[in-house]
C-alpha cells in the first residue's frame, strides 16, 4: 500500500510540471501560459489577455471573473498604497497559483478611497495594510489602467525550468535570497526565491524593472 501512494504522488508532481517542460509534445492548443507573452506593436505587452498600460481594471474583470476577487488598496506603515486587484485561486492556462494585478492611481486618489474603504486588515505578515473598496470608490478604481501583472505559480520552478520555458535572461540578479532572471525586452521579472515560492513579474517593456520583494 506505501509503494502505491509513493507512486500516485510521483505521477501527481510530474502532471503538475508537464506543462513547463512538454508544451510542445502537447498536440492540444493551450493558451494563457505564463510565458505566452505578446509583443504588441507600439512595444507594449500583452499578458493573460490583458494589454498592460492600455486595457483597465474593468477589462481585467471582464476577462479574469470576479470569484475569488478583491480589489483593494495595499498600503505599508508609512506609505500611501497602491491599487491591486487579487486573485487567490487563477489559472493560467493548466498552471494555477495566484494572480495580483497592479494598477495605477494618483497619490490623492489612494487617499481619498482609503478613507471610504469599507474594511481594512493587517496582512498575513503585519507589515501592511489592505483597504477594501465597493461603492462608488469601487466603480471608479475599475477605471483605472493596468500597469503590471504578478503571478504566482502554485508549482515549484528551478533554474531548468525557466530557462526552457522563458529563454535565457539579459541578466541574473541575486538580490535578498532570491535570484532575478530579467527580461527587459518583455518586462520580466521572474524570481527564484531561496526559501519562498517563485514570483513572475511582468511589467510594459517601456517600464523600469522595479524589483521588489512580494508579500
Known amino acids: 500500500m506505501r509503494i ?4 500516485f504522488a510521483l505521477l501527481a508532481s510530474v502532471l503538475l510540471v508537464f506543462p513547463f517542460l512538454n508544451e510542445s ?4 492548443v493551450i493558451t494563457g ?4 507573452i505578446e509583443i504588441m506593436p507600439d512595444e507594449s505587452t500583452q499578458v493573460f489577455g490583458l494589454h498592460l498600460g492600455v486595457s483597465r481594471l474593468s477589462d481585467a474583470l471582464g476577462i479574469l471573473g470576479d470569484d475569488d476577487m478583491e480589489l483593494a488598496i495595499i498600503a505599508a506603515s508609512d ?7 487579487y486573485y487567490g485561486h487563477y489559472r493560467a492556462g493548466v498552471i494555477s497559483g495566484k494572480l495580483v494585478v497592479q494598477a495605477n492611481a494618483s497619490e490623492q486618489k489612494i487617499k481619498d478611497w482609503r478613507e471610504h ?5 493587517y496582512m498575513a505578515s503585519g507589515q501592511a495594510k489592505k483597504y477594501l473598496l465597493s461603492g462608488d470608490e469601487l466603480k471608479q478604481a475599475l477605471n483605472e489602467l ?3 501583472l504578478t503571478f504566482i505559480p502554485a508549482i515549484n520552478l528551478d533554474e531548468e525550468i525557466i530557462l526552457a520555458r522563458f529563454g535565457e535572461p539579459a541578466e541574473r540578479i541575486q538580490l535578498e535570497g532570491a535570484v532575478h532572471y530579467l527580461y527587459p525586452e518583455k518586462g520580466l521579472d521572474v524570481a527564484l526565491f531561496e526559501n519562498g515560492k517563485e514570483v513572475i513579474q511582468y511589467v510594459s517593456p517601456k517600464a523600469p524593472l522595479s524589483i521588489h520583494p512580494v508579500e
Open 146 to 148: 493596468v500597469t503590471g
Open 79 to 85: 506609505e500611501v498604497g497602491n491599487l491591486e486587484m
Open 117 to 121: 474603504a469599507v474594511k481594512s486588515d
Open 4 to 7: 502505491f501512494f509513493l507512486i
Open 25 to 28: 509534445e502537447n498536440t492540444e
Open 33 to 36: 501560459l505564463p510565458w505566452q
